[in-house]
């Protein structure tokens, strides 16, 4: 029986050891392939060098040619200009290696001759003489750019001298155009030549056919970080609804667009989305010089009496941001986020209360050198400009809520451009594209179209364009801020929304601006 026992207890204790053995051995197992498994897909990752754009209504991938928005953005990974803008629209060097102010009306530009084109040929002054000629012809998007450029000098292989017919403000915001070769075009017509361009950005262009363009990395490209990326085909869409149904198929990485419509197309769920301020800025301009107008606690309460809010969730359906400042795109310049007076009922009638003026029969009202003064506006608008057009209505409805009369004049478009060359108007919706530069004299300087005049600003815009140290332009620039706060000669009111859609599948830093979709692309990668 004790024998029995025993052997009971030794069968039992070698079964436990086999069983211990085999899951041991299968745990060691299961380890070793779910970390194979990590490794094959790791190597995927790896294995994925290549990523997919795409374009509706391509016309040119020349830089200087193209009027396609989003052509000019994917330019930049192939060419490069003298200057460039970072995520926060600070000025950099780029091909230049230097740009100095000689003058007010002179720029000395050198650059490195051992950067490369694409075919090999080192970057040369006259090439950037080349360029510029090319502009000048008023052809391209760039054109502007050197509007005041009177001659370029070749001083040498590496030095440039650019001369303009009158100052210009943050010139070197204008050199971030980009640069095209010389020779490559000698003996033929540029604005007619079949070439394939070349630049001397990250990537080059080696195939191009209906259908698709296909980029691969720069072998010469000077910078010493080599993109991830080896491959990037850009597909050619007829309309922008064919690019939208080909990335819900997947067969496109990421794109841009400013459509306010845009989850109509591809729905809410699938990828990732990045939103940056547009350069469509809007806003409410007071005449400075009207009898009513001209009187700050007028304009500071129509202020505290407009709810941006509203009218961009009325209007706009959110698809645009509410705007307090012209800089307020993303400048580096602009740090304060709260520069209008903001939306406040009853600090609207505290105002006009503090200032002798009255609340009758359901109107403002005011004795003054033996008249009565009554708040009673024209607001202008484009009639033809249907959003527009529903602001001003909503600017109407929301002044009448607190006493103040509003009517609406629907000019057409050569009463609107007469308006604004004569200034002949009481308040006007209007608007401007912003620049990427911190010049904000449209808006301030002498002849500005508000006839808006504070000698303070006009001392300040001069300084600011003289100074280079960051900090010290940020507090200049807060100054004119504070100024604009407290007399409010126009009411910022919304600048658009502008979207970057990328697959969730793309990995990397997306930081757009309004200047670039693709900052650090060279980092970027597909899973």
């Not at 103040?404 to 007469?418: E, G, H, P, R, W």
Request: net charge negative; glycine share 4%.
């Amino acid at each position: 029986m004790r024998f029995n026992i025993v052997k009971t207890i030794f069968i039992v204790v070698v079964i436990g050891i086999l069983v211990f053995a085999i899951y041991s051995i299968y745990f060691q197992n299961k380890q070793e392939n779910i970390q194979k498994q990590n490794e094959q897909q790791a190597e995927v990752v790896e294995e994925k060098k290549d990523i997919q754009l795409g374009i509706s209504n391509y016309d040119t991938m020349n830089p200087l040619l193209t009027s396609n928005k989003e052509v000019l953005n994917i330019d930049k990974l192939i060419f490069e200009p003298l200057l460039t803008l970072d995520e926060n629209y600070k000025i950099e060097l780029c091909l230049a290696t230097e740009c100095s102010k000689t003058s007010d009306t002179s720029y000395v530009v050198k650059i490195d001759n051992n950067v490369k084109w694409q075919d090999g040929s080192p970057l040369i002054a006259k090439d950037i003489q080349f360029t510029i000629d090319r502009l000048k012809e008023g052809k391209s998007i760039y054109s502007a750019n050197v509007e005041k450029v009177s001659s370029v000098e070749v001083i040498d292989a590496s030095t440039i001298k650019i001369n303009l017919s009158e100052a210009v403000p943050f010139f070197e915001y204008n050199l971030t155009f980009p640069i095209l070769p010389n020779n490559y075009y000698l003996g033929e017509d540029f604005n007619i030549s079949t070439k394939i361009p070349i630049g001397t950005g990250m990537y080059q262009i080696s195939s191009m056919d209906s259908q698709k363009i296909t980029l691969v990395r720069n072998e010469n490209w000077w910078q010493e970080k080599e993109p991830k990326i080896e491959t990037v085909e850009i597909k050619l869409y007829t309309e922008i609804g064919e690019l939208y149904n080909s990335f819900k198929l997947g067969n496109i990485d990421v794109f841009t667009t400013a459509n306010r419509n845009l989850e109509n197309y591809i729905g809410t769920m699938g990828y990732a989305k990045g939103e940056f301020a547009g350069r469509e800025f809007d806003y409410l301009a007071f005449n400075c010089q009207d009898s009513l107008l001209q009187k700050e606690e007028v304009r500071k309460a129509i202020s505290y009496a407009i709810d941006k809010n509203n009218i961009v969730s009325a209007v706009y359906n959110n698809q645009y941001f509410v705007s307090n400042f012209p800089l307020d795109f993303g400048s580096f310049a602009y740090e304060n986020t709260q520069t209008s007076s903001g939306y406040n009922m009853e600090q609207a009638k505290k105002v006009l209360t503090d200032n002798g003026w009255e609340y009758k029969n359901n109107r403002w009202q005011k004795r003054e050198n033996g008249r009565t003064l009554r708040l009673r506006f024209t607001l202008s608008v484009q009639q033809n400009n249907e959003q527009r057009l529903a602001v001003a209505e909503n600017i109407k409805a929301q002044l009448e809520q607190i006493g103040i009369s509003v009517t609406i004049n629907k000019l057409s478009d050569a009463q609107y451009q007469n308006v604004l060359t004569n200034k002949n108007y009481q308040m006007l919706i209007t608007g401007v594209y912003n620049g990427y530069s911190p010049d904000i004299s449209t808006f301030f300087a002498v002849n500005n179209l508000q006839n808006y005049t504070n000698e303070k600003i006009q001392a300040l815009l001069k300084e600011v364009e003289a100074i280079q140290e960051e900090e010290l332009l940020k507090q200049k620039y807060q100054e004119i801020v504070n100024i604009y706060q407290e007399e409010q000669p126009f009411i910022s009111l919304y600048r658009n929304k502008v979207t970057v859609i990328k697959d969730q599948n793309l990995a990397g830093e997306v930081t757009p601006n309004n200047f670039f979709s693709y900052y650090h692309f060279e980092d970027w990668y597909c899973m």
